[in-house]
T-cell receptor, first 113, second 119 residues
Framework: GNSVTQMEGPVTLSEEAFLTINCTYT??????LFWYVQYPGEGLQLLLK?????DKGSNKGFEATYRKETTSFHLEKGSVQVSDSAVYFC????????????FGKGTRLSVIA | GAGVSQTPSNKVTEKGKYVELRCDPI?????LYWYRQSLGQGPEFLIY????????DSGLPNDRFFAVRPEGSVSTLKIQRTERGDSAVYLC?????????????????FGAGSRLTVL
């Protein structure tokens, strides 16, 4: 089956620290991979995506590279800000058919000044 | 509209009551999804519509849950005989097409959710 496993939080970092949130997946075929973010009091928003192996998705200083060999899509940011405090969800969309997104459990990030 | 709209934003009900949650997707989006998010968990898929028909309802937990989308736009999630375990945030999302790879249109846009509390 299709599943996503991401590191458990909460993650607490100081401003300007380096961020990594690990995400690995299990899927049949070649899925598309996503990171969604949920800011306090807001709905889920797409942060970045990658549709094939070795693609790098990037947005707002965040990056993630689709690694087929390690079935991973780790989220990174070189210097976090207090405004990055949110819950981050890794998700996949299976290649075949119209199966909806499968989400991980989410990782809460708190950035302190 | 500009985004996915969900009403009500909060609903408190008593065990055994009937509840309806409404989703108004982005205009022109053909695919509509319902997810449920419990505290500390990721969104869990419930049902997906392509147009008016339910293309995949495999995530509905039991026959107390039902959803409709009669005109291919607004959708209503209906929960009968609510139980305390139904308490969660119910999320709706829409997309232009169902996750078509490399089309640039395989992105779900989510609403803010309807928080359901069953006492």
């Amino acid at each position: 089956g299709n599943s996503v496993t991401q590191m458990e939080g909460p993650v607490t970092l100081s401003e300007e620290a380096f961020l990594t949130i690990n995400c690995t997946y299990t899927a049949t075929g070649y899925p598309s991979l996503f990171w969604y973010v949920q800011y306090p009091g807001e709905g889920l928003q797409l942060l970045l995506k990658a549709t094939k192996a070795d693609d790098k998705g990037s947005n707002k200083g965040f990056e993630a590279t689709y690694r087929k060999e390690t079935t991973s899509f780790h989220l990174e940011k070189g210097s976090v800000q207090v405004s990055d405090s949110a819950v981050y969800f890794c998700a996949l969309s299976p290649y075949s058919g119209n199966t909806p997104l499968v989400f991980g459990k989410g990782t809460r990030l708190s950035v302190i000044a | 509209g500009a985004g996915v709209s969900q009403t009500p934003s909060n609903k408190v009900t008593e065990k055994g009551k009937y509840v309806e949650l409404r989703c108004d997707p982005i205009s022109g989006h053909t695919a509509l999804y319902w997810y449920r998010q419990s505290l500390g968990q990721g969104p869990e898929f419930l049902i997906y519509f392509q147009g008016t028909g339910a293309a995949d309802d495999s995530g509905l937990p039991n026959d107390r849950f039902f959803a409709v989308r009669p005109e291919g736009s607004v959708s209503t999630l209906k929960i009968q005989r609510t139980e305390r375990g139904d308490s969660a945030v119910y999320l709706c999302a829409s997309s232009l097409t169902p996750e078509v790879r490399d089309s640039g249109a395989n992105v779900l846009t989510f609403g803010a959710g309807s928080r359901l509390t069953v006492l």
